[in-house]
Every structure is written in C-alpha cells, then in structure tokens.
C-alpha cells in the first residue's frame, strides 16, 4: 500500500511539471506570437429608411495591435442588407478599415456582419438592423382628418377630362390568392380626354364603401373629394397614346388622379389598375369588397418580407401583360367605349414605389411598352436591367443616389432622364400631397409648384418619347419655374463620385 501510494504521487509530480512546461511554453508562444486586438466602432448599425431609398450606416474596423491582422472574410447576412469595404487582407498595426452597410429599405429586416480573422474573439460581429419609413407620417394624418371637403387640383390641358371603370376577368389565369380556377379579375380605371356634347356627370373620386374603409384604417375622416372628371362621358375623337399605370405597395388605382387627369387633359389615356388582393380594397361592380391579404399602409400593417413583396411584383407583372392584351380587346370591339381610340403602338408603363420597380421589370417582359415612367421607385440591384427604352427616373428628395439607382442609369441605353425634386418625400407624388396640403414636404416649392412640376416633367417626357414631340426646354437642364427640380440629361452621369 505505502508503494503504490508512494508510485502515485511521483506521477502526479510528473503529470505537473508536463503541465507547468506546457504552459510556459504556450506563454512564450504567446508573448512571441500575441494575437491581435480588435475593434469595431461602433458595433451595431440600425437605419430607419423611407422607401425607394438606400441607407448608409458605417462601422470602422481597428487594429489595436499588439501585431498584424490577417483578414480572411468579411460577410453579411439578411434581407435587404448589402455590403462594401476597402479592408486589406492584412492589417497593420493602429490602421483602420471602413465597412459600409447599405440597407435597401424593401422590408424591415435584421442581420449582421461577420469578420473572421486571426484576433482575439474571431469572428467579430456588428448587428444590423433596419426599418422603413414610408406613407404619410401623423401630421399629415392629422391635416387630412381636418379637412371635410377637398377638391383634385384643376388639370391644365386643353381637353375635358372623362373616367370610367372596367372589369377585367383573365379566363386563363388563376388567382394565386383563391383556392380555385376562377380566373385572375381586375378593376382598371381609365382617365380619358371625353367630348361632353351630352354633359358632365360628376365622377366620384372613389367608390364610398372603400372610401369609408380607408377612413376605418386611417383612424381619421376622411374629406369628401370633388374631381374634375365626367362619368363614363364619351372618348374624343382621334387615336390616343395610353398610359399604363400600378400604384405603390396596397395602394389603389385613385391614389394620383391629379395625375391622371392632368394626363387626360393632355390627351392621354390613363389605364390605372387595382391590383386584386394586394390593393388596400376593391369595390367590384357586383358589390363584393375585396380587401387586402397583405396588409396596408394605411394602417401599417401591411407585409414587408421578401416572400410578400416578391409575390406582389410577380403577380402584378401578369397583370400588366393581361391589360395591355384587353387595351387592344377594347380598340378593336365595335360598339365599345374606346373602340378605335388608343394607339396601340404608344403605350407607356409607369409606377410609383414598388409600381415603379413593376413599370421597370415590364419593359424586359413586354415589348409593348414604348416608355417607362418611374416615380420614386423601390430598387434592387438586380432590377437594374439592360434597356433600350426610353426611361424617366423621377426622383423624391435625394441627397446621394442609391447605388441601384447609379446601377440602373449605367443600364439605361435608351433616351433617358432624371429628376430629382429637393426636399420631397416618398408620397410626395401621389395625392397625399393636395389631401394633406402643407403636411407632406415640397422642399422650397410648396404643394402647388411641386404638383405642377410632376405633372409637366412626365408630361414632357411622355411627349417626346411616345409622341415624337420635339424635347421640352424642361429635359434639358435647370429651370427657372422649378428651381428645387434637378435634371440630369442623357449625357450625363449621374453618380461621378462613384
């Protein structure tokens, strides 16, 4: 017993002085080998972004030393975050790198960057996470929920203005919201230059059952709204060009009637659509109020994940294709409203928010589509496609353009413009901007030159590029009218600093 005892402690003497070595020499391998501190400043990132737009939020990556840094990846992850940085592969020693995070403001999302490198604690994370600000904020909520009565600014062409609404059934396609083959319907109101020899009726500005809804999920009342336009007056005579039009994200085919009727006035014809089960509600002829299975901005509760946005923008690709097939439906039927009245080979898509990056992605699809008109649109790096076709980048209060945005005008091999109005906002082009009149910024303009400037930049590109009209003064460079209007001409870059 005393042996085996006695033989036990001498390994145990063993066993400690092996580990004793050991550390000594891990603490000499360290101290000739010390791993690098790292620092990253600051350590999370949040944007809150409006849509159609890019943020930028930075974090600087330091070498705290004792020696080099060896980088081996940088990388990111979730939805609509994107990275740049100009980090070396390796790091000396009190140096500094920059990442730059690019949140694209589609959805609300969360994420994080990842660098994996010879320091200690590798990899290192900065958490990300961004938040879109979009529609209108509660003072103009609130602006509006004051106003009992409103009327849609007076439209400036020579031409009295008519609308009607047709009902649009594709046989051929199934709704992907039902469970059953019942074909794809759609609303499409039309805005139309109309000859008034039997007289105006009145036009609502929409139907009061959605009218009321909206009202229901504002939270507010909503005014009564007079128009400009004459129910289901009768098409002026001669061949007109047409304007194919999909609102933002759960917006509704009346949300830019003082567009649409400016347009009509020019002697356009407007074909808006309400894009069924995405649009915030749709009154059918037959009385069914179909609602939203997306949610909707005007109460916020609208889905913003990539699995919902991407749906919208594929469903309402096939929408596009089947109006502008009905469009020459409704040329050619005798007897018909527009019989003989649209000019099937000058037709233009346009868009507002996501309806923009829609309008962008048709001209790919259709070839139909002799110009697009993008209006504060919501960009992904992959949408910025190879075009021929005329294209105008109508742009809300930017201070830098996103990188999809310089992405895209490189692409744009066509006639191709931008104009960027300071100091506006997202909604600015829709009818947000007259309803909740001095709640939604203008920049230095204010409501009624900013409403005119809209209205007569997309007036002259649709001239020049769907008419042959020669090019308006206003695509050239700066005005004297629009002094918050910045243009970028064909020529032009529009990202030199990039």
């Known amino acids: 017993m005393f042996k085996q005892g006695k033989s036990r402690m001498a390994m145990y003497r063993f066993l400690a002085s092996v580990l004793i070595a050991l550390a000594a020499f891990t603490a000499a391998a360290s101290a000739e080998n010390p791993e690098p501190r790292v620092n990253l400043n600051p350590s999370s990132l949040s944007s809150l972004c409006r849509k159609g737009n890019n943020c930028r939020e930075t974090t600087r990556l330091s070498n705290l030393g004792p020696t080099t840094l060896t980088i081996s990846s940088i990388t990111i992850t979730g939805q609509y975050f994107s990275e740049t ?24 999302s969360h994420g994080a960057v990842s660098v994996s490198d010879n320091g200690i604690g590798s990899p290192q994370q900065v958490t990300l996470s961004g938040r879109v600000k979009t529609g209108m904020n509660s003072g103009a ?25 047709v009902d649009m059934v594709d046989p051929v396609r199934d709704d992907p919201s039902l469970g059953d083959a019942s074909g794809r319907e759609l609303l499409v109101r039309f805005w139309y230059p109309a000859s008034l020899n039997q ?21 507010i009342p909503l005014p009564e709204v007079r128009t400009n336009s004459c129910l289901d007056a009768p098409i002026s005579g001669g061949s007109h060009p047409v304007v194919v039009f999909t609102p933002g994200y759960t917006g509704t085919f009346t949300d830019y009637t003082y567009l649409f009727e400016d ?29 939203s299975v997306l949610g909707s901005h005007l109460d916020k509760t609208w889905r913003l994940d990539e699995q919902s946005l991407s749906l919208a923008v594929s469903v309402r690709l096939n929408d596009l294709k089947f109006i502008v097939d009905e469009l020459a439906r409704l040329n050619g039927e005798p007897g018909g409203p527009f019989a003989g009245s649209l000019d099937l080979n000058k037709i233009a898509v346009a868009g507002h928010s996501l309806g923009g990056l829609t309008a962008l992605l048709s001209v790919k699809q259709e070839a139909r589509f002799k110009a697009a008109l993008l209006l504060d649109a919501s960009l992904l790096d992959e949408s910025a496609i190879v075009t021929e076709t005329p294209a105008l980048v109508l742009a809300m209060g930017r201070t830098q353009w996103s990188d999809e945005e310089c992405h895209l005008w490189d692409n744009l091999r066509g006639p191709r413009f931008a104009v960027n109005l300071k100091g506006a906002e997202h909604v600015t082009p829709s009818d947000a901007v007259w309803l909740a009149k ?23 590109f649709l001239d020049a590029n769907l008419r042959g009209k020669p090019l308006d003064p206003l695509l050239a460079g700066p005005s004297l009218d629009y002094p918050d209007a910045v243009v970028t001409t064909q020529k032009q870059s529009l990202c030199d600093e990039r």
Request: hydrophobic content about 35%.
């Open 85 to 108: 940085n100009n980090c070396p592969p390796t790091l000396a020693v009190n140096q500094s790198c920059t990442i730059t995070v690019n949140y694209h403001a589609l959805g609300s």
């Open 141 to 165: 909520l609130s602006a509006l929920g004051t106003t009992q009565t409103a009327a849609v600014p007076s439209p400036t062409g020579p031409d009295n203005v008519g609308t009607r609404v």
């Open 199 to 219: 007289g105006c009726e009145p036009a609502p500005y929409t139907s009061p059952r959605v009218w009321s809804y909206f009202s229901q999920l504002a939270g």
């Open 263 to 291: 347009l009509a006035s020019r002697g356009y014809v407007v074909a808006a659509v309400d894009h069924t089960y995405e649009a915030t509600a749709v009154e059918f002829p037959d009385g069914r109020l179909v609602k």
């Open 438 to 460: 001095g709640a939604i910024k203008t920049g230095t303009m204010g409501p009624e030159k900013t409403i005119a400037a809209v209205r007569d930049y997309i007036a002259a």
